[in-house]
């Protein structure tokens, strides 16, 4: 009977040790994960275009590369920034929302830049200056998934990653700012340094859901 009970507390000995070197093995397997994004995707693109076809703005060589999307709130400060450090402070710019009207104009008196220079500069700026008017285009039955999943996730994992981010508008004001085309988004305040940084908070944090993405062109 003892020779017997020895043998089995011995079976289940070794089986036990085999299972935690298993388990150990396991866990030194590192998870599989996705690598960073490179390459603009479709809505960044068709972003780029709008923006770039609605100022005619240049292309070619002298095109200055675009970091992220700005939201309608952040555009025209971005264009502004733009031009007045592609100007030396020599420009200031007016822009309409959302009809994506601009007009512009020279500052003091010197010879440059002129009126051609000026020109460049300003769609130059505006190739640089993608627009993501997404929200405008969605269907008024989609805002209170739009307004859901700002306030419960977007603005929550912007938050989480450090970006600055104010309060979200009581849901009479969200709408209201739909309705008047002028839309309060979590990423009003987001600035990244780098296009790769945008590709990495924009993937973590997309700033339309999957839900709403399908429902509206890119273009």
Do not use: K
């Not at 003892?2 to 079976?11: L, P, Y």
């Not at 822009?95 to 020109?119: N, Q, R, T």
């Not at 998934?145 to 600055?164: D, F, N």
């Amino acid at each position: 009977m003892n020779g017997r009970a020895g043998v089995r507390s011995g079976s289940l000995a070794a089986a036990a040790a085999a299972l935690l070197i298993l388990l150990g093995a396991c866990a030194t397997v590192p998870a599989a994960t996705t690598p960073p994004r490179t390459a603009p995707n479709a809505a960044e693109r068709a972003a780029v275009e709008r923006t770039t076809r609605a100022f005619e703005a240049e292309t070619g060589d002298a095109r200055l590369p675009w970091v992220q999307l700005w939201t309608s709130a952040e555009f025209p400060h971005a264009m502004q920034r733009c031009v007045g450090d592609q100007s030396l402070g020599q420009l200031s710019v007016r822009l309409g929302l959302p009809e994506l009207s601009l007009s512009y104009g020279i500052i003091g008196s010197g010879s440059w830049p002129d009126e051609a220079a000026a020109a460049r500069i300003v769609a130059r700026c505006a190739a640089a200056t993608p627009l993501d008017d997404r929200v405008l285009r969605l269907e008024r039955s989609d805002w209170d998934a739009l307004y859901s999943y700002e306030l419960t996730i977007l603005r929550p994992c912007l938050l989480a990653r450090g970006y600055p981010v104010s309060r979200i508008p009581s849901r009479s004001d969200f709408e209201r700012g739909l309705s008047s085309q002028h839309p309060w988004s979590p990423y009003d305040e987001v600035i990244v340094p780098t296009r790769f940084a945008w590709y990495a908070v924009s993937d973590a944090c997309p700033p339309l859901p999957v839900s709403l993405r399908s429902g509206v062109s890119d273009g």
